[in-house]
């Protein structure tokens, strides 16, 4: 940080909006902030979860910065059979979340969660919340389809996007993805998509179809509402 | 290339589709090849253009990357007012569409054009091609439900995406890019994104909206009868 005692930042909580505040003391790893005004409402952000088998480090690191400028409310990683990152660096991830929130202006900072094995993630998985599986075998509903039918009939209900790693599920793990019934299995087209551009793909589906993109007469009520 | 005499590989020229070939003789920068039989036929693939305001090397390079995986059929740099590259490197965006194209499993690679300034790409421009232009001053059409009105009506029409450089196009190239009765300002929701993201945002939405990641029996008749 190059700012001293008595300069301007602009701060944010995720609860609070966005808030002028001043530095009055200044620490080794941080400052002492005096809050002046709030300088706009905390903005109604996306509810949608971004679950992925981790991936290295350079498209790792996309996917988590691209995925909070797209509006990702949680990051994910999902350990299958496939994953070839053995392990996770959450701090590593936490870190590149707050940076490319204050970067791309949001005012919070998706949740980024412990690694979970897929049985006990489907095992412990909120029924009410749809999991839109990207699915590399062809057999998936063409993602804009499903999302054009979903804005259609107007259902409201939380989802998550969970994209496999670079070699694809396995045939047991797809299995048991098609066997629960919050499953929905979404299809990216027909090119070899690597895996980070599959998430960014299906977040950006999700936010221009039925996310915050679209019309605001077209947006579920509470979120205009919000807005106004 | 770790390849010897008779080793086989994959090759394409972007006409007539894949084919399985044997190295007969090596040079220092290539190789000659024998082509033994066709493996798959030219896929149809997308007639969509990317034109862009240059980036800096690493935001450039994910752009030209990711444009070749979502099946831009052209990459196009625009110079405008704003732009802070100076210079376009065509040869390395060339060995970079190549290489992405063997990537993802393309059997073609895009176009890649030299740069162009802005009004003399209006003052040339084929008007038959209706031209994305991504708005970031919130007054464009959200993309999706613009996309989704020319999917419902069946509008066939060739495409273009044109994103503009990190700080935006100035109020004047706005201005004349409204004036053209080819251009259709779109918008790519709330958050601030950067280029390249939102090129990649703009190649999702068509791809899965009006390209080939619909279901057949939505896609043009042309396309779908080259698939059976």
Redesign the interface.
């Known amino acids: 940080m190059r700012l001293g005692p008595g300069d301007a930042v602009a701060a944010f909580n995720g609860h609070d909006g966005e808030w002028l505040g001043r530095i009055e003391a200044q620490e080794k790893r941080g400052a002492t902030l005096r809050m002046e005004r709030r300088l706009a409402p905390q903005?109604e952000e996306s509810d949608l979860w971004l679950l992925f088998a981790p991936l290295k480090r350079g498209p790792g690191d996309?996917l988590v910065t691209?995925a909070v400028?797209?509006?990702a409310s949680a990051l994910m990683p999902v350990m299958t059979a496939r994953t070839s990152a053995s392990r996770v660096r959450r701090e590593r991830m936490r870190a590149l979340a707050i940076e490319a929130s204050e970067?791309?202006?949001?005012c919070d900072v998706p949740e980024t969660r412990e690694p979970v094995r897929l049985p006990e993630l489907l095992d412990c998985w909120p029924g009410d919340r749809r999991l839109m599986f990207c699915d590399e075998s062809g057999h998936g509903?063409?993602?804009?389809?499903y999302l054009?039918e979903v804005r259609t009939d107007k259902i409201e209900m939380p989802r998550a996007v969970l994209i496999g790693p670079e070699g694809g599920f396995n045939e047991e793990e797809r299995a048991m993805l098609r066997g629960q019934p919050f499953v929905v299995p979404v299809?990216?087209?027909?090119?070899?998509?690597?895996a980070e551009?599959a998430a960014?793909?299906a977040l950006?589906?999700w936010?221009?179809?039925i996310?915050?993109?679209?019309?605001a007469d077209?947006a579920p009520v509470a979120a205009t509402a919000a807005r106004a």
Do not use: M, N, S
């Open positions: 903005p996309l691209k400028e797209l509006g970067q791309c202006g949001r509903l063409p993602i804009a389809d054009i299809d990216l087209g027909p090119r070899l998509l690597r551009t960014i793909a950006v589906c936010q221009a179809v996310g915050d993109w679209r019309r077209t």
